[in-house]
Protein backbone atom coordinates (compact mmCIF):
# COMPACT_ATOMS: atom_id res chain seq x y z
CA UNK A 1 0.00 0.00 0.00
CA UNK A 2 3.17 2.45 0.12
CA UNK A 3 2.91 3.14 -3.66
CA UNK A 4 -0.78 5.04 -2.81
CA UNK A 5 -0.97 8.31 -2.13
CA UNK A 6 -1.95 9.88 0.79
CA UNK A 7 -3.89 13.35 0.81
CA UNK A 8 -4.96 13.51 4.14
CA UNK A 9 -3.69 16.54 5.11
CA UNK A 10 -5.44 18.21 1.93
CA UNK A 11 -8.56 16.03 3.19
CA UNK A 12 -8.14 17.33 6.54
CA UNK A 13 -7.97 21.17 4.84
CA UNK A 14 -11.40 20.62 3.46
CA UNK A 15 -12.96 19.45 6.53
CA UNK A 16 -11.66 22.02 8.48
CA UNK A 17 -12.71 24.73 6.26
CA UNK A 18 -15.91 26.52 6.85
CA UNK A 19 -18.47 26.07 3.80
CA UNK A 20 -17.90 22.59 2.78
CA UNK A 21 -20.38 19.79 2.74
CA UNK A 22 -19.52 16.64 3.71
CA UNK A 23 -20.47 13.43 1.73
CA UNK A 24 -19.44 9.67 3.18
CA UNK A 25 -19.79 6.29 1.36
CA UNK A 26 -20.00 3.83 4.18
CA UNK A 27 -18.63 0.42 3.63
CA UNK A 28 -15.16 0.78 2.65
CA UNK A 29 -14.68 3.92 3.48
CA UNK A 30 -16.02 4.87 7.23
CA UNK A 31 -15.91 0.90 8.38
CA UNK A 32 -13.63 -1.84 6.91
CA UNK A 33 -15.42 -3.97 4.66
CA UNK A 34 -16.34 -7.24 6.26
CA UNK A 35 -16.64 -11.20 4.83
CA UNK A 36 -20.52 -10.17 5.45
CA UNK A 37 -22.53 -7.04 5.05
CA UNK A 38 -23.70 -7.41 8.64
CA UNK A 39 -20.31 -8.10 10.09
CA UNK A 40 -19.18 -4.52 9.74
CA UNK A 41 -18.24 -2.78 13.29
CA UNK A 42 -17.75 0.99 13.15
CA UNK A 43 -14.62 1.80 15.64
CA UNK A 44 -15.15 3.76 18.80
CA UNK A 45 -14.91 7.64 18.18
CA UNK A 46 -16.67 7.57 15.10
CA UNK A 47 -20.02 8.14 15.64
CA UNK A 48 -18.86 11.12 18.12
CA UNK A 49 -16.16 12.45 15.43
CA UNK A 50 -19.52 12.58 12.52
CA UNK A 51 -21.31 14.34 15.27
CA UNK A 52 -18.89 17.20 15.90
CA UNK A 53 -18.39 18.01 12.29
CA UNK A 54 -21.83 17.93 10.89
CA UNK A 55 -22.56 19.88 13.73
CA UNK A 56 -19.28 22.19 12.41
CA UNK A 57 -20.32 22.31 9.05
CA UNK A 58 -24.06 23.24 10.07
CA UNK A 59 -25.68 20.17 9.54
CA UNK A 60 -24.08 19.82 6.34
CA UNK A 61 -22.85 15.96 6.33
CA UNK A 62 -24.62 12.98 4.90
CA UNK A 63 -23.82 9.70 4.22
CA UNK A 64 -24.22 8.29 0.49
CA UNK A 65 -24.55 4.32 0.50
CA UNK A 66 -25.57 1.50 -0.98
CA UNK A 67 -27.11 0.22 2.09
CA UNK A 68 -30.79 1.21 3.15
CA UNK A 69 -31.30 3.85 4.60
CA UNK A 70 -32.86 2.14 7.49
CA UNK A 71 -29.39 0.14 7.80
CA UNK A 72 -27.29 2.81 8.05
CA UNK A 73 -29.94 4.34 10.62
CA UNK A 74 -29.11 1.25 12.90
CA UNK A 75 -25.46 1.64 12.33
CA UNK A 76 -25.09 5.11 13.24
CA UNK A 77 -27.44 5.43 16.35
CA UNK A 78 -28.05 7.63 18.01
CA UNK A 79 -26.94 10.05 15.54
CA UNK A 80 -29.37 10.55 12.68
CA UNK A 81 -27.27 12.10 9.53
CA UNK A 82 -29.08 12.78 6.09
CA UNK A 83 -28.83 9.79 4.14
CA UNK A 84 -28.82 8.48 0.44
CA UNK A 85 -29.42 4.52 0.49
CA UNK A 86 -29.47 2.32 -2.61
CA UNK A 87 -27.20 4.59 -4.30
CA UNK A 88 -29.48 7.02 -4.46
CA UNK A 89 -32.94 5.35 -5.10
CA UNK A 90 -34.16 6.24 -1.09
CA UNK A 91 -33.32 9.93 0.33
CA UNK A 92 -33.64 11.30 3.43
CA UNK A 93 -32.90 15.04 3.68
CA UNK A 94 -31.44 17.21 6.27
CA UNK A 95 -34.75 18.30 7.42
CA UNK A 96 -35.80 14.39 7.64
CA UNK A 97 -38.21 14.48 4.38
CA UNK A 98 -37.82 10.77 2.97
CA UNK A 99 -38.64 10.51 -0.42
CA UNK A 100 -37.94 7.73 -3.12
CA UNK A 101 -37.18 7.29 -6.71
CA UNK A 102 -39.27 5.27 -8.72
CA UNK A 103 -37.93 1.81 -9.87
CA UNK A 104 -38.19 -0.70 -12.04
CA UNK A 105 -39.01 -4.23 -11.59
CA UNK A 106 -35.96 -6.32 -10.44
CA UNK A 107 -37.91 -9.72 -9.66
CA UNK A 108 -36.43 -11.15 -12.04
CA UNK A 109 -33.08 -10.53 -11.23
CA UNK A 110 -33.61 -11.58 -7.45
CA UNK A 111 -35.29 -14.99 -8.18
CA UNK A 112 -32.75 -15.66 -10.67
CA UNK A 113 -30.03 -14.49 -7.85
CA UNK A 114 -31.60 -16.09 -5.23
CA UNK A 115 -31.63 -19.78 -7.39
CA UNK A 116 -27.79 -19.50 -8.53
CA UNK A 117 -27.44 -18.56 -4.28
CA UNK A 118 -29.30 -21.90 -3.73
CA UNK A 119 -27.28 -23.75 -5.53
CA UNK A 120 -24.00 -22.15 -3.61
CA UNK A 121 -23.94 -21.95 -0.19
CA UNK A 122 -21.37 -18.97 -0.34
CA UNK A 123 -23.44 -16.58 -2.36
CA UNK A 124 -25.00 -14.01 -0.43
CA UNK A 125 -28.43 -12.38 -1.70
CA UNK A 126 -29.69 -8.78 -0.70
CA UNK A 127 -33.58 -7.74 -1.78
CA UNK A 128 -33.37 -3.87 -1.63
CA UNK A 129 -35.58 -1.22 -2.64
CA UNK A 130 -35.33 -1.82 -6.22
CA UNK A 131 -32.03 -3.04 -6.40
CA UNK A 132 -30.47 -6.57 -5.95
CA UNK A 133 -27.16 -7.59 -4.42
CA UNK A 134 -25.08 -10.76 -4.90
CA UNK A 135 -22.18 -10.96 -2.81
CA UNK A 136 -19.39 -13.71 -3.72
CA UNK A 137 -16.94 -12.63 -0.83
CA UNK A 138 -17.22 -16.38 0.69
CA UNK A 139 -16.91 -17.46 -3.08
CA UNK A 140 -14.91 -15.80 -4.86
CA UNK A 141 -14.85 -18.71 -7.39
CA UNK A 142 -17.62 -18.04 -8.13
CA UNK A 143 -17.11 -14.51 -10.15
CA UNK A 144 -17.52 -15.46 -13.81
CA UNK A 145 -20.70 -18.18 -12.79
CA UNK A 146 -22.09 -14.64 -10.83
CA UNK A 147 -21.05 -12.06 -13.46
CA UNK A 148 -22.62 -14.84 -16.44
CA UNK A 149 -26.09 -15.13 -14.04
CA UNK A 150 -26.42 -11.33 -13.37
CA UNK A 151 -25.59 -9.94 -16.63
CA UNK A 152 -28.55 -12.27 -18.36
CA UNK A 153 -30.90 -11.47 -15.48
CA UNK A 154 -30.04 -7.31 -16.10
CA UNK A 155 -30.67 -7.70 -20.04
CA UNK A 156 -34.15 -9.11 -19.53
CA UNK A 157 -35.04 -5.96 -16.82
CA UNK A 158 -35.51 -2.52 -19.20
CA UNK A 159 -33.95 0.26 -16.53
CA UNK A 160 -31.42 -1.73 -14.63
CA UNK A 161 -28.08 -1.58 -15.35
CA UNK A 162 -25.45 -4.00 -13.24
CA UNK A 163 -22.65 -2.81 -10.97
CA UNK A 164 -19.56 -4.91 -10.40
CA UNK A 165 -18.18 -3.59 -6.67
CA UNK A 166 -15.88 -5.19 -4.05
CA UNK A 167 -16.88 -8.94 -4.50
CA UNK A 168 -20.15 -7.84 -5.31
CA UNK A 169 -22.52 -7.70 -7.99
CA UNK A 170 -25.93 -5.39 -8.17
CA UNK A 171 -28.30 -5.19 -10.38
CA UNK A 172 -29.65 -1.41 -9.62
CA UNK A 173 -31.71 1.02 -11.32
CA UNK A 174 -30.18 3.06 -14.45
CA UNK A 175 -31.64 5.64 -13.64
CA UNK A 176 -30.25 6.85 -10.09
CA UNK A 177 -26.59 6.87 -8.59
CA UNK A 178 -24.53 8.29 -5.96
CA UNK A 179 -23.79 11.63 -7.81
CA UNK A 180 -27.52 12.36 -8.53
CA UNK A 181 -28.19 11.43 -4.62
CA UNK A 182 -25.42 14.84 -3.87
CA UNK A 183 -26.67 16.45 -6.42
CA UNK A 184 -30.39 16.62 -5.05
CA UNK A 185 -28.78 17.27 -1.04
CA UNK A 186 -27.11 20.51 -3.19
CA UNK A 187 -30.43 21.77 -3.86
CA UNK A 188 -31.42 21.67 -0.40
CA UNK A 189 -30.45 23.40 2.99
CA UNK A 190 -27.64 23.36 4.57
CA UNK A 191 -25.71 21.90 1.67
CA UNK A 192 -26.77 24.42 -0.92
CA UNK A 193 -23.98 27.29 -1.91
CA UNK A 194 -21.15 24.79 -0.17
CA UNK A 195 -18.08 23.32 -1.91
CA UNK A 196 -19.25 19.29 -1.69
CA UNK A 197 -15.92 16.35 -0.95
CA UNK A 198 -16.95 13.45 -1.38
CA UNK A 199 -14.85 9.97 -0.15
CA UNK A 200 -15.97 6.57 -1.11
CA UNK A 201 -14.15 3.36 -2.15
CA UNK A 202 -15.87 2.03 -4.82
CA UNK A 203 -17.32 1.35 -8.39
CA UNK A 204 -20.52 3.08 -7.20
CA UNK A 205 -18.74 5.66 -5.72
CA UNK A 206 -17.26 7.17 -9.15
CA UNK A 207 -20.35 9.05 -10.12
CA UNK A 208 -20.20 11.22 -6.70
CA UNK A 209 -16.80 11.82 -7.57
CA UNK A 210 -17.12 13.23 -11.11
CA UNK A 211 -20.18 15.16 -9.74
CA UNK A 212 -18.62 16.75 -6.66
CA UNK A 213 -15.19 17.87 -9.09
CA UNK A 214 -17.77 19.35 -11.59
CA UNK A 215 -19.39 21.58 -8.65
CA UNK A 216 -16.17 22.39 -7.86
CA UNK A 217 -15.38 20.29 -5.00
CA UNK A 218 -13.18 17.15 -4.63
CA UNK A 219 -13.77 13.48 -4.80
CA UNK A 220 -11.50 11.49 -2.24
CA UNK A 221 -10.73 7.75 -3.11
CA UNK A 222 -10.63 5.63 -0.45
CA UNK A 223 -7.82 2.83 -1.58
CA UNK A 224 -5.99 1.20 -4.73
CA UNK A 225 -7.55 1.05 -8.16
CA UNK A 226 -8.33 3.56 -11.06
CA UNK A 227 -10.84 6.76 -9.56
CA UNK A 228 -11.52 10.42 -11.47
CA UNK A 229 -11.50 11.22 -7.63
CA UNK A 230 -8.47 13.96 -7.57
CA UNK A 231 -7.42 13.28 -3.71
CA UNK A 232 -6.41 9.54 -2.89
CA UNK A 233 -6.15 8.34 1.08
CA UNK A 234 -4.75 4.29 1.61
CA UNK A 235 -7.77 3.08 4.00
CA UNK A 236 -10.85 3.44 5.58
CA UNK A 237 -8.32 4.03 8.85
CA UNK A 238 -6.62 6.90 7.26
CA UNK A 239 -9.92 8.52 6.01
CA UNK A 240 -11.34 7.75 9.88
CA UNK A 241 -8.24 9.40 11.23
CA UNK A 242 -8.88 12.68 9.09
CA UNK A 243 -12.74 12.43 10.45
CA UNK A 244 -11.51 12.35 13.98
CA UNK A 245 -8.36 14.88 13.82
CA UNK A 246 -10.74 17.41 11.42
CA UNK A 247 -13.74 16.62 14.78
CA UNK A 248 -11.28 18.29 16.86
CA UNK A 249 -9.35 20.91 15.33
CA UNK A 250 -10.77 24.33 15.60
CA UNK A 251 -11.80 26.56 12.30
CA UNK A 252 -10.04 28.94 10.66
CA UNK A 253 -13.03 31.16 10.33
MG1 LIG B 1 -18.10 1.57 -0.23
Do not use: N, W
Not at 47 to 54: G, K, P, R, T
Not at 94 to 119: I, Y
Amino acid sequence: MADIPDDSAALLQLLGTPGTGVFLDFDGTLVDLAPTPDGVRLEAGVIEALALLAERHGGALAVISGRPVTQIDAMLAPLVLPVAGVHGVERRGADGTFSVAATPDVSPVLARAQALAAMHPGLLVECKRGAVALHYRLAPELEQLCMQEMTAAVQACPGVVLLHGKMVLEAKPSATDKGGAIAAFMQETPFAGRRPVFAGDDTTDEAGFVFVQQAGGQGVKVGSGPSAATLRLASPRALRAALLAASVSPFKE
